[in-house]
């Protein structure tokens, strides 16, 4: 079920028999909760150990008992479903962000494709990158559930390490976002799908995305398939985040790869957060051995074809994950307050940026009441838009991405492409040959992603 020192994988593309694992991990931890008359069945697990009541800990969650039942009410319909796209979430479980921001969040540690980039030895450099991409899983450890994007949203990005980062969301049903990051050293694109089956107390997310990392000075082109991720105790008890199987990141241009394993929480919190795996050159021999906590920090030491330490070789760091804020209400890091912050905005920013969006706004300033209010306005005014398109016979049509005509094929199914089109760049160079600079005010600036400004809300 984890990686070996040869280079095999159990299951297959990175998903394999890891779930039946993570249930006997859990088997002793996981308690039904009993006596509730209504949620008979319903697992709760608590990732710290099993001593606790199960009863005590599902008392222990963020819902309010009236809100919890009739979220119950309406979700239990949907036990086993993939839910990503079906039911409409309350702003209580939500953070003042959306998934294209969140796609950002990738960013903060890109100092680590800098080193890549410059690096001369190939191995290390595939240590780098994937090291990189297991920063994010340092923001993914947040239980609160970013907004979705309206279609047509986007979100821009700039002031950090020289990056041009443009995310848009360029299909609704099913979600569906693209993203494109840029400087010197690197160029980054995802198109960014999810699949979930919701277990009652628990949802399981499958990543059917494709990321792929271009290091500009080498050329080398690198592929990633990361692994899915487990929420537990949504409606009970303290929600909290899992993320066990393997990372792939092969090097497409060489044949070489990266195999990590994320470790399943286990009895009192054993391997929870812990990582290990090899760099692999083409012929799948180990080179080097990696090592580390996802939600702290990363080492590594080159290795024998054994998968063994090189005598006289030392542990080295390569990443650690930067201190946070002390009690911040969304466990937000000081760079997820940047995406938020118009400090990172370009100027003459898109209408259609996140950051506008009222009703994530207004949770930011902590006014749920009118986060839900506008959360809802925005949804009805997307399906308004919806009916004037369908009824004038369009298609969306993003501005930023194009689709393509390639099928990814991923361990959780097959994802259309949407391409980088260039657009934006040259959209950016404009304004910024320009001398007039204009600042975006949320509270002066209206939000508009919309398609059609005549579209009919209905009462």
Same mark, same amino acid.
């Given at each position: 079920?984890?990686?070996?020192?040869?280079?095999?994988?159990?299951?297959?593309?990175?998903?394999?028999?890891?779930?039946?694992?993570?249930?006997?991990?859990?088997?002793?931890?996981?308690?039904?909760?009993?006596?509730?008359?209504?949620?008979?069945?319903?697992?709760?697990?608590?990732?710290?150990?099993?001593?606790?009541?199960?009863? %005590?800990? %599902?008392? @222990?969650?963020? +819902?309010?008992?009236?809100?919890?039942?009739? &979220? +119950?009410?309406?979700?239990?319909?949907?036990?086993?479903?993939?839910?990503?796209?079906?039911?409409?979430?309350?702003?209580?479980?939500?953070?003042?962000?959306?998934?294209?921001?969140?796609?950002?969040? /990738?960013?903060?540690?890109?100092?680590?494709?800098? /080193?890549?980039?410059?690096?001369?030895?190939?191995?290390?450099?595939?240590?780098?990158?994937?090291?990189?991409?297991?920063?994010?899983?340092?923001? /993914?450890?947040?239980?609160?559930?970013?907004?979705?994007?309206?279609?047509?949203?986007?979100?821009?990005?700039?002031?950090?390490?020289?990056?041009?980062?443009?995310?848009?969301?360029?299909?609704?049903?099913?979600?569906?976002?693209?993203?494109?990051?840029?400087?010197?050293?690197?160029?980054?694109?995802?198109?960014?799908?999810?699949?979930?089956?919701?277990?009652?107390?628990?949802? !399981?997310?499958?990543?059917?995305?494709?990321?792929?990392?271009?290091?500009?000075?080498?050329?080398?082109?690198?592929?990633?398939?990361?692994?899915?991720?487990?929420?537990?105790?949504?409606?009970?008890?303290?929600?909290?985040?899992?993320?066990?199987?393997?990372?792939?990141?092969?090097?497409?241009?060489?044949?070489?790869?990266?195999?990590?394993?994320?470790?399943?929480?286990?009895?009192?919190?054993?391997?929870?957060?812990?990582?290990?795996? &090899?760099? &692999?050159?083409?012929? #799948? !021999?180990?080179?080097?051995?990696?090592?580390?906590?996802?939600?702290?920090?990363?080492?590594?030491?080159?290795?024998?074809?054994?998968?063994?330490?090189?005598?006289?070789?030392?542990?080295? !760091?390569?990443?650690?994950?930067?201190?946070?804020?002390?009690?911040?209400?969304?466990?937000?890091?000081?760079?997820?307050?940047?995406?938020?912050?118009?400090?990172? %905005?370009?100027?003459? /920013?898109?209408?259609?940026?996140?950051?506008? @969006?009222?009703?994530?706004?207004?949770?930011?300033?902590?006014?749920?009441?009118?986060?839900?209010?506008?959360?809802? @306005?925005?949804?009805?005014?997307?399906?308004?838009?919806?009916?004037?398109?369908?009824?004038?016979?369009?298609?969306?049509?993003?501005?930023?991405?194009?689709?393509?005509?390639?099928?990814?094929?991923?361990?959780?199914? #097959?994802? #259309?492409?949407?391409?980088?089109?260039?657009? &934006?760049?040259?959209? @950016?160079?404009?304004?910024?040959?320009?001398?007039?600079? #204009?600042?975006?005010?949320?509270?002066?600036?209206?939000?508009?992603?919309?398609?059609?400004?005549?579209?009919?809300?209905?009462?």
């Amino acid at each position: 079920m984890a990686s070996n020192k040869d280079g095999n994988q159990s299951g297959s593309g990175g998903g394999g028999g890891f779930f039946s694992f993570l249930g006997s991990s859990l088997t002793n931890i996981a308690k039904s909760v009993n006596g509730m008359l209504g949620y008979e069945g319903l697992e709760v697990v608590n990732p710290e150990g099993g001593n606790e009541d199960a009863g %005590a800990e %599902a008392q @222990r969650g963020r +819902w309010k008992q009236e809100d919890r039942d009739n &979220y +119950w009410k309406m979700m239990q319909k949907y036990i086993g479903a993939d839910i990503t796209s079906l039911v409409t979430l309350p702003v209580i479980i939500c953070e003042p962000m959306t998934n294209l921001q969140k796609m950002a969040e /990738l960013m903060e540690y890109s100092y680590l494709l800098e /080193l890549a980039d410059e690096c001369e030895d190939p191995h290390m450099r595939l240590v780098y990158a994937a090291t990189w991409f297991i920063s994010l899983y340092h923001a /993914l450890q947040r239980t609160w559930k970013p907004f979705n994007p309206i279609l047509g949203e986007t979100y821009e990005f700039v002031n950090h390490a020289g990056i041009t980062f443009i995310a848009e969301q360029v299909c609704h049903h099913p979600p569906i976002g693209a993203a494109h990051a840029e400087n010197e050293h690197f160029k980054y694109d995802i198109t960014s799908k999810v699949k979930s089956k919701f277990l009652g107390n628990s949802v !399981e997310v499958y990543p059917l995305g494709r990321s792929r990392l271009t290091l500009k000075k080498s050329g080398v082109v690198l592929d990633l398939v990361p692994p899915p991720t487990k929420v537990h105790n949504l409606i009970f008890g303290r929600t909290w985040i899992d993320s066990p199987g393997e990372m792939i990141l092969t090097n497409l241009t060489t044949g070489d790869k990266v195999l990590l394993y994320f470790q399943p929480c286990g009895w009192f919190g054993a391997g929870r957060y812990e990582v290990d795996g &090899y760099v &692999y050159n083409s012929e #799948e !021999e180990p080179k080097i051995l990696m090592t580390g906590k996802w939600n702290e920090s990363i080492s590594y030491q080159p290795c024998d074809l054994e998968g063994e330490p090189l005598p006289g070789s030392t542990t080295k !760091e390569v990443w650690k994950a930067a201190e946070a804020p002390k009690n911040d209400k969304f466990q937000y890091t000081y760079f997820a307050h940047k995406i938020n912050s118009f400090d990172t %905005a370009p100027k003459k /920013l898109l209408a259609s940026d996140s950051r506008l @969006r009222p009703d994530r706004y207004a949770l930011e300033i902590g006014d749920v009441s009118k986060a839900s209010s506008e959360k809802s @306005r925005l949804e009805e005014r997307q399906r308004a838009d919806r009916r004037t398109r369908e009824g004038k016979g369009d298609e969306f049509k993003p501005k930023w991405f194009n689709l393509s005509n390639e099928i990814c094929p991923t361990p959780w199914g #097959e994802l #259309e492409v949407y391409e980088y089109n260039g657009k &934006y760049h040259e959209h @950016r160079a404009a304004i910024d040959s320009s001398d007039h600079v #204009e600042e975006a005010d949320a509270k002066t600036t209206e939000f508009n992603p919309w398609q059609y400004e005549d579209s009919v809300v209905s009462a």
